[in-house]
């Protein structure tokens, strides 16, 4: 009784901590933002840390806060889109069998909760797309209004006049431009901050002592092998089905290209291992693709060619460099 009851004031609290975190994005702040993409990561400590059961107490009792507070829409919206993705990871990430002796425990892959991650950063925007229309040029219609809209209360534009931008010119073609942009975008983002939160949540319960599995090492990280026929078939569904077949396709093959620019860091910090400037060459990788962002698109090939040819396997085979005379 006094572990179901502790059970249940962690979850509470930790949904409480997760709708906060949602909610705080209505305040408009730009630290807001930031706030909101961190509300899944009280949901993954109380499950990674307690239990499952807590997390997904945590999920259900932030949802149903945020529909008391701000309406039944977002009980839904939060479950669809934070909470239970949130406490699915973490369910995953806990989960292990016997291999050998009874006393040796294998572990979910880390590879396969990046997958998974991926896959339910693209049916989170999925389930979003009803909200904008039923079809694609419907969707990138209300889309294009919104952003219009927007333009207009930013710089100050009546409505009826040109939407001309001091300093860039007319706007249509930016818009056009982030109409198709968007949605792989945010399926991009949602991928991206459901494993970084994952990741923060897990460094936080190792700290505290409470997290059951060993820390996986990231040079070893493999993506499961069906993955590479998955990105196969979403960019082909992308090139070839049409209307929101085609979009959700779409989405499906950039959530599961940020997948391979994770697996290309992997990939990264094998080769580098036994580098003596492998410090300098991380941080500036690192540095770079925060500071520029593009050259995440070469931690993508990376992780393909890694996936073709086996990259670390092969320097592997050749051990590390004889040490100097």
Known sequence: MAIGLRLALIG?????AA???FASVLSGSLLSVFLFYLAPLPIMIAALGWSHWAGLLAAL?????????????????????????????????LLARPQGDAQTLEWYPPGRLVAWAAVLGAVVIIATIPQFGSDATTVQATLKTAFERMF?????IPAGEPLIIPGLGE????????VVALPPAAAVVTTATQIFNLWLAARIVSVSGRLRRPWPDLATLRLPPATPFMLAAAVAGALMLPDLLGVCAGLFAATLLIAYALLGFAVLHGLTRHL????LVLVGVYTAVLMLGWPVLLMMLLGLIDTALDLRARVAMRGPPAPLS
């Open 152 to 156: 207009r209360v930013q710089f100050h």
């Open 19 to 21: 709708a906060l975190l």
């Open 12 to 16: 509470i609290g930790a949904g409480a």
């Open 171 to 178: 706007a249509s073609g930016a818009i056009d431009l982030l």
């Open 61 to 93: 009792a932030a949802a149903l806060g945020l529909a008391v507070v701000f309406g039944t829409f977002f009980f839904p919206a939060f479950l669809i889109g934070i909470g239970l993705p949130a406490w699915w990871l973490a369910y995953l990430a």
């Open 276 to 279: 003596q400037a492998r410090a």
